[in-house]
Nanobody, 121 residues
């Protein structure tokens, strides 16, 4: 059974930073792409960032335009963990953040329960 557990959310002032973590179990973590999504109140869930499994000794990363230059996704296969470092946070980053696991960076099969991020202005 696949389990994804997010942590690291909380309340932060605008301009601050948070690092989200997602620990995966139940599958061979290194074989899967991982992604972060978010859903703000009253809005649909949207893509934030993704990281591929290692291909030719490197990972491919993708970001939504709204977070490019501020957020960084990374993974530690030894710890079965994917991270989302969020800097220069804005009030519009307020949302529940979900991690996801999939066969590619555009197709996800498993989802976590989410961690809430609130950015106060």
């Amino acid at each position: 059974q696949v389990q994804l557990v997010e942590s690291g959310g909380g309340l932060v002032q605008a301009g601050g930073s948070l690092r989200l973590s997602c620990v995966a179990s139940g599958r061979t973590f290194s074989r899967y792409a991982m992604g972060w999504f978010r859903q703000a109140p009253g809005k649909e869930r949207e893509f934030v960032a993704a990281i591929s499994r290692i291909t030719w000794s490197s990972n491919i990363t993708k970001y939504a335009d709204s977070v490019k230059g501020r957020f960084t996704i990374s993974r530690d296969n030894a710890k079965n963990t994917v991270y989302l470092q969020m800097n220069s946070l804005k009030s519009e980053d307020t949302a529940v953040y979900y991690c996801a696991m999939g066969t590619t960076t555009v197709k996800y099969d498993y989802w976590g329960q989410g961690t809430e991020v609130t950015v106060s202005s």
